[in-house]
């Protein structure tokens, strides 16, 4: 899994992938390198994580999530654990609501990140391919026939913008939702509209683009390029060349 540090001085890493034996998340000391705790990682579980200040959010089950401290001397205390579905991507914090996509059966659900209660559930016409994030107002995901955004209040009135299988995650800048796609396009979304705003052809499908106010970096099989999203001719111009 991917390694996280802390402004608590610790190193957080899960072991292994989907499918091994023996996995666990993994705290160590960041001077010497010793183990300081670890806890257990089912072999069905994603593993993902993320980490607040204080709190480590964990798919430590094939179907569950698990909220421990990590406040200064903790050694990982369970706060909460929940049943949920098979989690995908990260869950994304939202004040004190936790946003995730849950596959089998797929939705959108929030939970209350304080004790793990369901909040709110949004069922998915297609199965969700990465985890949230949340932007004018509505909880997007990225799914197998494009990307979804659905408001928490009212209704749960959606929309969608059927792009293609999304590959990568979803990521925010500026004003701007973005993600690659299966087919090799990097898609730009207005979150306030639900419209594409730019979509570039010939990227790689699990890198996500980067956004900035006015640019937007995007990798290719050969390098990575930048475009301006101002220009009157948006042409991308070499930025790296990575092979």
Do not use: K
């Amino acid at each position: 899994s991917d390694v996280c540090t802390s402004d608590l001085d610790a190193v957080f890493f899960v072991d292994g992938g989907p499918g091994n034996t023996g996995r666990a998340l993994r705290c160590l000391d960041p001077g010497t390198g010793a183990e300081r705790w670890s806890r257990p990682v089912a072999p069905g579980a994603s593993g993902e994580f993320f980490i607040t200040y204080d709190r480590l959010f964990i798919a430590d089950a094939a179907e569950g999530l698990t909220c421990l401290s990590i406040a200064d001397g903790d050694p990982g205390t369970v706060l909460w654990t929940t049943r949920t579905g098979r989690v995908t991507g990260l869950p994304f914090l939202l004040g004190e609501m936790l946003l995730l996509a849950e596959a089998g059966p797929a939705r959108l659900s929030a939970l209350d990140a304080i004790n793990g209660a369901r909040l709110w559930t949004q069922p998915l016409s297609s199965a969700p391919t990465t985890g949230p994030v949340f932007a004018a107002g509505r909880a997007w995901v990225g799914t197998a026939d494009g990307v979804s955004g659905f408001a928490l209040v009212g209704d749960g009135e959606g929309v969608h913008v059927p792009c293609g299988r999304v590959t990568s995650r979803l990521v925010l800048g500026g004003s701007l939702l973005a993600c690659a796609t299966e087919r090799g396009e990097a898609v730009l979304i207005d979150p306030h509209t639900g419209e594409v705003a730019t979509t570039i052809p010939g990227v790689t499908p699990d890198l996500p683009p980067v956004l900035t106010y006015d640019e937007v970096l995007y990798f290719t099989q050969n390098d990575l390029r930048r475009r301006d999203l101002n220009a009157a001719t948006p042409d991308g111009q070499r930025w790296c060349l990575t092979r």
